[in-house]
């Protein structure tokens, strides 16, 4: 599957989940194992001191690595995840970058990386990491 058409099946899997259309994530880069999202700041994001709220960064790590499994299985669900706050989350965009660090039939391990890009400038403002479940042999999500 070419890196376009991976970015069109997340597009359309990210369309139908109320969160990801709320929050405005967008697939920007995919290609097998690899995922890449942006998020632009918002107001509503924010904690008490302007930062990118600690629930915003678990969820972009969380759909990363969600979708990163989805570039090499039809679906799966978080079993797992940690986030590592690195830095204070604060810029005019967010990145996250995802990749599969092994999968196999039960389990996917991946792990994900998020910058905070400001003015031109991108700081790793935490990582992560995702063990799922795929679940091809139960029913795909309804729209």
């Known amino acids: 599957m070419s ?14 989940a ?6 405005g994530l967008r697939v920007t880069a995919a290609e097998p194992g690899l995922v890449e999202l942006t998020l632009a700041w918002r107001e509503d994001f924010g904690q008490y001191n302007g930062f990118l709220h600690a629930g915003m960064i678990g969820a972009l790590i969380d759909t990363s690595c969600g979708f ?4 090499t299985n039809e679906w799966v669900m978080a079993s797992h995840f940690s986030v590592n706050c690195l830095a204070p989350a604060r810029g005019e965009t967010f990145v996250a970058r995802a990749r599969i660090l092994k999968a196999g039939r039960k389990q996917v391990f991946a792990a994900a990386e998020l910058f905070a890009v400001s003015e031109g400038r991108s700081t790793l403002a935490a990582t992560g990491q995702t063990l799922l479940v795929p679940t091809q042999d139960r029913a795909a999500p309804q729209a």
């Open 68 to 71: 990163a499994a989805v570039t």
């Open 3 to 16: 890196e376009q058409s991976l970015v069109e099946k997340l597009e359309e899997i990210n369309s139908r």
């Open 18 to 23: 109320a969160f990801n259309r709320w929050a």
